[in-house]
């Protein structure tokens, strides 16, 4: 489970977003990172029972900085007012599919997939997508998939049908993606819970197929 220290520090990030208050605080950011750590170490070793490639993962190069770059960004705000990390094959690295745990006091969710690929990397999941439609709606749409994670994102969709693809294509609606994900919004005290790590790696199997499937695409 996670410190509650590690949400109340975010809660106060937040509400000062700035270097002094940070410089200020600076063990406690150090702190929920080594708390963050915990996590991703535990989170590793419990995936890699299921999949070898993830137990070749740095657990620190899965957890994301929170400072910002703002040099482009209208909020000039120095610093993240959230902590997450992300297991994928391969690393951060690279594009592959994978699991992310995103931790922000009110906005807490579990999230898997595939979320911008590369126009090649994207080419080839709609191309498996249109290959293999039948196995890929049936694992979607399963009950129990469904039930967790709802439908899949639909951010940045298109409105009409992708080059080389027809409307009345029947996976046409999933072929419009540009980005493959599915989240599982969770309250902050279920992160404070001894079973959250156990959760974790529940959610982290139950889209496991759809993470593969992504990745047998790109292989």
């Known amino acids: 489970m996670l410190q509650n220290d590690t949400l109340q520090f975010l809660r106060e990030l937040k509400e000062n977003n700035n270097k002094p208050w940070f410089e200020a605080n600076k063990t406690r950011?150090?702190?929920?990172?080594?708390d963050i750590l915990h996590m991703v170490e535990r989170w590793i070793q419990d995936m890699s029972r299921y999949d070898e490639?993830?137990?070749?993962?740095?657990?620190?190069?899965?957890?994301?900085?929170?400072?910002?770059?703002?040099?482009?960004?209208?909020?000039?705000?120095?610093?993240?007012s959230n902590l997450g990390a992300y297991l994928n094959k391969g690393g951060?690295?690279?594009?592959?599919?994978?699991?992310?745990?995103?931790?922000?006091?009110?906005n807490?969710?579990?999230g898997a997939g595939n979320y911008m690929p590369m126009p090649d990397e994207l080419a080839k999941i709609r191309q498996e997508i249109d290959y293999n439609f039948e196995d890929f709606r049936k694992m979607v749409s399963a009950k129990k998939f469904h039930d967790t994670f709802g439908a899949l994102s639909t951010e940045n969709k298109l409105k009409r049908a992708p080059k080389g693809y027809e409307e009345d294509n029947p996976a046409i609606e999933?072929?419009?993606?540009?980005?493959?994900?599915?989240?599982?919004?969770?309250?902050?005290?279920?992160?404070?819970?001894?079973?959250?790590?156990?959760?974790?790696?529940?959610?982290?199997?139950?889209?496991?197929?759809?993470?593969d499937f992504l990745n047998n695409s790109l292989a």
């Not at 072929?175 to 974790?200: I, N």
């Open 29 to 34: 950011y150090q702190q929920a990172q080594a």
């Open 53 to 80: 490639d993830l137990s070749l993962l740095d657990p620190k190069k899965c957890v994301f900085r929170i400072y910002r770059d703002a040099r482009f960004s209208a909020d000039k705000s120095p610093y993240k």
């Open 92 to 106: 951060k690295a690279t594009n592959t599919a994978g699991y992310y745990m995103h931790i922000e006091p009110g």
């Open 108 to 110: 807490c969710f579990f």
């Open 174 to 211: 999933y072929l419009k993606l540009k980005g493959f994900t599915v989240f599982k919004k969770m309250d902050d005290s279920e992160l404070l819970q001894k079973d959250f790590p156990k959760k974790l790696t529940q959610l982290s199997l139950q889209a496991k197929p759809f993470v």
